[in-house]
């Protein structure tokens, strides 16, 4: 399917399926809108594409609305105080992109008037915008040719090519698949749709190949094999880190603080806990006190699984934290919490388990 003739095919039938039976989303702006007048918004755009690297469009959505309200154009989140970019990310996971979300707003507020740049170079200079990231951008805010390859077009065309070499080495093998398949003539709709096929159709465990523009020349579906693609080396077992969280009361108050920048939860706040390690390791709690065990969390994030063992007590008298602050307990949702510590505070005393 390489001649010219056949990926013309491919991008006529692709297109016309995109036309019909592409996703509606609030950040996009369908055949019929931009025929209609309508032009995306890269502020918008941008915001989407970061909030879905690493999740899927129901999660994102609300989040991506949420910030639209308390945040209107890019200059209002360039202002906005990071603790409070960050208090709302809180969900999203993979936090750096939150830190870098806020950085990429003070560049394009501050340095380049408010604009989004609309090449490659411009978009790849700014903070948290890799190569997929930028093409994505490119395609659907500014409609420019680009080669956009997330997990969904990587299925896509694994299955269709039967591409033999496992993932990620196959990665260069399908970037230079895609770019020779893009549409010039409609990027930006080439692009989404595309996405939309393998969000929609080409599906991990239950392709409607019966559904499919492209399966009059899928060879995985010639072969009826396209389920084992793409290929995957064996996994390898998630490592288990184990550490200890010092959950302190006061009077209705937790004791809070914030993580360093860099490394896992970034900039977050946190219960405070020991190291993380391979190994059980005895730690020193803040201070002596009666402190109740409030048994054991688990949390999986992409290396490895942490278990913290929670306990609990109320502060010493006298004793005041070096760092951190004094959060009230009925309002922690107004503290930059990643998933993971909302687990260990769901042990404190009255909230029941969770």
């Known amino acids: 399917m390489d001649e010219p003739q056949n990926i013309a095919a491919l991008r006529r039938a692709l297109l016309d399926w995109y ?3 592409g996703r509606r989303l609030p950040w996009r702006i369908r055949p019929a809108d931009r025929s209609a007048g309508q032009i995306a918004d890269p502020y918008a755009v941008w915001l989407s594409e970061i909030m879905l690297q690493q999740t899927t469009v129901p999660h994102a959505t609300p989040y991506w609305f949420r910030f639209l309200e308390l945040w209107p154009r890019i200059e209002d989140l360039a202002a906005a105080p990071r603790e409070d970019v960050m ?6 996971g993979y936090y750096a ?6 950085a990429c707003a003070i560049v394009v507020a501050s340095e380049l008037g408010g604009r989004f740049p609309d090449t490659m170079e411009g978009l790849r200079a700014l903070p948290g915008i890799g190569d997929y990231t930028a093409n994505a951008i490119l395609a659907a805010a500014f ?5 956009v390859v997330d997990g969904n077009v990587e299925r896509v065309l694994t299955r269709f090519y039967r591409i033999e070499t496992p993932m990620p080495k196959a990665k260069p093998e399908i970037r230079r698949l895609a770019g020779e398949l893009a549409d010039p003539d409609r990027p930006g709709d080439y692009a989404q749709a595309i996405m939309d096929l393998g969000a929609t159709i080409c599906t991990p465990r239950s ?3 019966g559904a499919c523009p492209w399966s009059f020349a899928c060879q995985g579906r010639a072969q009826g094999d396209m389920l084992t693609y793409p290929r995957k080396l064996k996994k390898i077992a998630r490592p288990i880190r184990h550490g200890t969280a010092w959950l302190v009361r006061r009077q209705g108050r937790i004791w809070l603080r914030q993580r360093a920048d860099k490394g896992l939860l970034g900039g977050m706040m946190e219960v405070p806990s020991s190291e993380w390690g391979e190994a059980r390791a005895s730690s020193l709690p803040p201070f002596d006190a009666p402190w109740e065990d409030r048994g054991e969390i688990r949390h999986v994030f992409t290396h490895f699984e942490l278990r913290l063992a929670v306990h609990e007590a109320e502060a010493a ?3 005041e934290p070096q760092e951190g602050i004094w959060a009230d307990d009925a309002q922690l949702g107004d503290h930059a919490l990643p998933s993971v510590m909302h687990k260990v505070v769901s042990r404190r005393r009255g909230a029941g388990e969770g």
């Open 19 to 21: 036309d019909r039976e």
């Open 87 to 92: 208090r709302e990310w809180a969900g999203l």
């Open 97 to 102: 992109r939150a830190r870098n979300l806020h």
């Open 143 to 147: 409609d420019k040719p680009a080669s």
């Open 207 to 209: 392709p409607d190949c």
């Open 317 to 319: 008298p006298g004793w």
